[in-house]
């Protein structure tokens, strides 16, 4: 199994979001971090502070060297997929080919309905949200890109330049959404995040997915799967491991770490000596 983590970029500074993220490029059982893509904090009082992901990604991606990076996940209703496309793009370059596209089609109704972003309904969202992974994957790949969907359209539209990695970085979708959400990803994604829960859930959802790819001819084997394993504010690293090595019975590739604020390194070394017989 491969290991990560997340601080997400709410009720934290970025001093010490910085701290975390140097110490553990030092920390070679950690391949990658991430952070999310909201604009208020989540599961926690929405007035407090929360810093805007892809600008500290990017922020991130200068301090560090060996990490991969991504936000977990960017709601695709924040910004026009064109938009993203030269944003991912920029970034992978910046960072040197570092960069994993972390995409879901959008949740969060306070915030977007405090910032005048439509939503829409649970059809709408993922309607949405495909047109926007084939519209991003085009002005990732190809010299220009036309698309007249309903809710995007593009005539002879460039991404200039490409990003270092080919055909594009990987794309990782969050969400389990049997019915449209496992599909989309199995048909764009090289990545899909489990938001978290128990190892018979995951496997139920890993299974669906499977189904789908079978359905779209794509061998599954070709998709990272990744959840988030949580760790609690006691610190609780022997538990973090039980969790982990649960999920991975059940074929996980990839544990996200989720470390909660206020975020300190000293969380780091403890964590990997209680992952590292995982590996």
């Known amino acids: 199994m491969r290991f990560a983590f997340k601080t997400s970029p709410q009720n934290t500074r970025w001093e010490d979001m910085l701290a975390v993220w140097q110490a553990a490029d030092e920390i070679e059982l950690f391949e990658s971090g991430w952070t999310f893509d909201h604009f208020y904090p989540i599961f926690s009082d929405p007035t407090g502070p929360c810093l805007e992901g892809w600008v500290t990604l990017t922020a991130l991606a200068q301090a560090t060297r060996r990490l991969r990076l991504g936000t977990l996940v960017s709601g695709i209703h924040y910004r026009h997929p064109a938009l993203l496309a030269n944003m991912a793009a920029t970034l992978d370059i910046v960072s040197g080919g570092r960069l994993e596209i972390g995409i879901g089609a959008g949740w969060n109704e306070e915030e977007s309905g405090a910032y005048g972003m439509r939503l829409g309904p649970v059809k709408e969202r993922s309607d949405r949200f495909e047109e926007a992974c084939e519209v991003l994957v085009g002005l990732l790949t190809q010299e220009t890109t ?134």
């Open 146 to 279: 036309s698309f007249e969907g309903q809710y995007y359209q593009l005539k002879d539209a460039r991404c200039e330049p490409k990003p270092v990695q080919r055909p594009h970085p990987p794309i990782c979708i969050g969400g389990s959404g049997e019915k449209r959400t496992l599909r989309t990803t199995a048909r764009f994604a090289q990545h899909w995040n489990f938001v978290g829960g128990t190892p018979e859930e995951f496997a139920r959802k890993r299974d669906v997915l499977h189904q789908h790819c079978a359905d779209v001819g794509r061998d599954p084997k070709e998709i990272v799967l990744s959840s988030h394993v949580r760790l609690g504010e006691d610190g609780d690293v022997a538990k973090v491991a039980a969790d982990a090595a649960a999920l991975g019975e059940q074929g996980l590739d990839l544990a996200i770490v989720y470390l909660p604020p206020p975020h300190t390194p000293a969380v780091l070394e403890p964590l990997a000596e209680a992952l590292a017989p995982l590996a």
